[in-house]
């Protein structure tokens, strides 16, 4: 059994520019990326909200984690329960999270 872990994407605190915010958020899943790819897991960042919701932060954190790390098993997990105020612009998300989603509910 290969279990994927999901991980809920936060926003990182402070005054941050954009850059900086998807570097701290990259920053903190160092660890997981390294634990799952030693287990042979995918790791899924998950949205719930906030910037760390946002389809456009997600993408760009996992491409940072990508470049990085190398994290070709790293992808992206959509909730719509946790989506609703994104719901005029689901079809541009879901082609923007498309190449990296490993589970859509």
Known sequence: MQPQIWKTLRSPDGDLSQGERVAAAGTSFLPLVE?????????GLYNHGGWGGEPANLVAVLDWLRNQTDAEHVGIVCNLHHGHDQLDTLAESIELMRPYLLCFN
């Open 35 to 43: 634990t799952t790819r030693q287990m042979g897991s995918k790791l």
